[in-house]
Nanobody, 124 residues
Framework: QVQLVESGGGSVQARGSLRLSCAAS????????MGWFRQAPGKEREFVAG????????YYGDSVKGRFTISRDNAKNTVYLQMISLKPEDTAVYYC?????????????????WGKGTLVTVSS
């Protein structure tokens, strides 16, 4: 079992930045593809970013390309999401996910493990 705990969410003004962290416990995530998803009120869950187990491959949703950066530190069992130039439409609960399959599985919206989420609110 892998437990994922997100942190770093909060309220920020438009054009601001935040850095989310996802701390894993229970197992090392060095063999897992990792991803970030978000869900805004009344909307479906949306893929935000994914990273391969090595960190060598990253993928982003169209709405965040050029503004968000996913990274990982396998030694710390932690994944990060750096968000800049935030927009009100980025407001959502952000979830971390882990999957033993390839990063394509995560990009496709599937994962073995999910965190409980952290709320990001961007005001105009």
């Amino acid at each position: 079992q892998v437990q994922l705990v997100e942190s770093g969410g909060g309220s920020v003004q438009a054009r601001g930045s935040l850095r989310l962290s996802c701390a894993a416990s229970g197992r090392t995530i060095s063999n897992y593809a990792m991803g970030w998803f978000r869900q805004a009120p009344g909307k479906e869950r949306e893929f935000v970013a994914g990273i391969s187990w090595s960190g060598g491959s990253t993928y982003y949703g169209d709405s965040v390309k050029g503004r968000f950066t996913i990274s990982r530190d396998n030694a710390k069992n932690t994944v990060y999401l750096q968000m800049i130039s935030l927009k009100p439409e980025d407001t959502a609960v952000y979830y971390c996910a882990a999957d033993l399959g390839g990063v394509s599985t995560v990009v496709g919206g599937r994962a073995d493990y999910w965190g409980k989420g952290t709320l990001v609110t961007v005001s105009s």
